[in-house]
């Protein structure tokens, strides 16, 4: 039960691994906090109920397909986002910014329970991922499995994007020094854009691919976006390792803390995060007072 919890745990800080990523990616371009993320990992997850019965039910690349389909469609929707309303508050205050995204979130969940109603809705695991692998004795689902290889693919792509590329290039400088990148001629606003669809797309992309292992509902944005920040706090906002160490951290501790600790998995998180806290806090004082 350890193994196939480990497992689990893997799979899920994967996950959390692309939200909280695109998370980051947006907060260290355009230095706002997104929290309407979680909406749009939502957004993937209805999307994806609504295109696997139609691109090959039941089958795992059809089921991959219409992930990727949802994602795209997200992706563009956070595009829209960004060139409708969040480009008009760069540079603005900081409590504007909260009251936008907040907003949005709003707007969405309302959208989602017209069109889906307050009730949970399933995706259907594809066929070919819903059996077990046999190791030894031990029984290890393989849809945990197959997730985690497909979210590892995409951070590897994510990873080579950003550093051997020229857009992920041009992605660092702008998040190390918007300014300078203006003054050489790079247009701004387009990497701003880029960047959030992204960031959207792979929460869309989380949200998709963990669709079949829950029920999805319309708070679904509520309880995401509270793991992926923490992810966040633990990791650091606006670094992309940091971010995958936290997320595995999390996502194991959630694992194995619902196995041994059913009651607390959650205050578990919580304690790890207030633990990371307390030692940056000693590590900037230079260690604890005698």
Not at 5 to 30: D, H, K, P, R, Y
Not at 202 to 209: C, Q, T, V, W, Y
Not at 213 to 221: A, K, Q, R, S
Not at 254 to 260: E, H, L, S
Request: proline residues 3%.
């Amino acid at each position: 039960m350890l193994l196939i919890q480990l497992v689990n745990g893997l799979m899920e800080g994967m996950t959390l691994f692309l939200i909280a990523s695109g998370l980051t990616l947006i907060f260290g371009v355009t230095r706002i906090i997104n929290f309407a993320h979680g909406s749009l990992f939502m957004l993937g997850a209805f999307l994806t109920h609504e295109l696997v019965p139609v691109i090959a039910p039941g089958s795992v690349w059809g089921f991959f397909a219409a992930v990727t389909l949802a994602a795209l469609v997200v992706g563009l929707i956070g595009a829209l986002f960004e060139i409708g309303v969040l480009r008009r508050i760069y540079g603005k205050d900081a409590l504007l910014q909260l009251i936008v995204t907040v907003a949005l979130v709003l707007i969405i969940r309302d959208l989602v329970r017209m069109i889906w109603g307050a009730n949970s809705v399933t995706v259907p695991m594809p066929d070919g991922l819903a059996s077990a692998l046999v190791i030894g004795d031990t029984y290890f689902p393989v849809f945990p499995l197959a997730v985690f290889v497909a979210s590892l693919l995409v951070v590897l792509a994510m990873i080579w994007v950003i550093y051997f590329t020229r857009a992920g290039i041009l992605l660092r400088a702008g998040t190390d020094d918007r300014g300078m990148l203006a003054l050489l001629g790079v247009n701004e606003t387009l990497i701003f854009t880029c960047v959030f669809a992204a960031g959207a797309f792979l929460a869309g992309l989380a949200g998709g691919i963990g669709a079949p292992y829950g029920e999805v509902h319309y708070l679904l944005d509520t309880s995401i976006i509270v793991s992926a920040f923490i992810v966040c706090v633990i990791g650091g906002l606006g670094n992309l390792y940091g971010a995958l160490a936290g997320a595995l951290v999390v996502g194991l501790t959630k694992a194995i803390g619902v196995m041994y600790f059913p009651r607390l998995s959650m205050v578990l998180i919580f304690l790890v995060m207030a633990a990371v806290l307390f030692a940056r806090s000693l590590g900037r004082q230079g260690g604890p007072a005698r």
